[in-house]
């Protein structure tokens, strides 16, 4: 007997026979669960960000430049469809502002309140980008036909 419980005790360790020694501190599950959640977020938020932004950078300083030029063009030709182009072009450009908002929130570390940390308002944002982008464009092509009933243009040839 004395040899298997040697066996066992070399399979499983001191501390599984009884020994005396110093245990880490068990943590609650909930507890476990966060902290392996908060560091993979870290590392996938760190890495995700890092690359996102730029993009998102890009997108906005192309796009305000376009809208700049699609609001002159459409103020020097008076053309409806390159002013509704324009409001297009700025519309984006807000979206890319709200995107980089996300981003900054979403980073946030855990709180008491928000335990597992503010990745998930990510979404909520982009959710808003995609009702603004509807609503503002479907806004605006609603006020450009209404103007275009009300004050009919004659059409003219080229």
Do not use: C
Not at 16 to 39: F, K, Y
Not at 78 to 97: I, K, L, P
Not at 107 to 118: I, K, L, S, V
Request: proline share 6%; aromatic share 8%.
């Amino acid at each position: 007997r004395s040899s298997s419980v040697s066996t066992t005790a070399a399979a499983f360790g001191p501390h599984d026979m009884g020994a005396s020694h110093q245990r880490r501190p068990t943590l609650h599950p909930a507890q476990h669960v966060r902290t392996l959640l908060t560091q993979t977020t870290r590392r996938y938020r760190t890495a995700a960000q890092s690359g996102s932004k730029k993009v998102i950078y890009a997108a906005l300083v192309g796009n305000l430049a376009i809208a700049i030029t699609k609001f002159a063009a459409a103020l020097w030709t008076g053309s409806s469809v390159m002013m509704s182009e324009a409001v297009h072009s700025t519309v984006d450009t807000g979206n890319q502002t709200l995107l980089l908002l996300s981003i900054k929130r979403a980073a946030r570390p855990p709180t008491p309140r928000h335990p597992f940390g503010h990745g998930m308002e990510l979404y909520f944002w982009a959710l808003v980008v995609a009702l603004l982008i509807f609503a503002l464009g479907g806004a605006f092509s609603i006020y450009e036909g209404w103007r275009k009933i009300v004050q009919p243009e004659p059409v003219e040839s080229a």
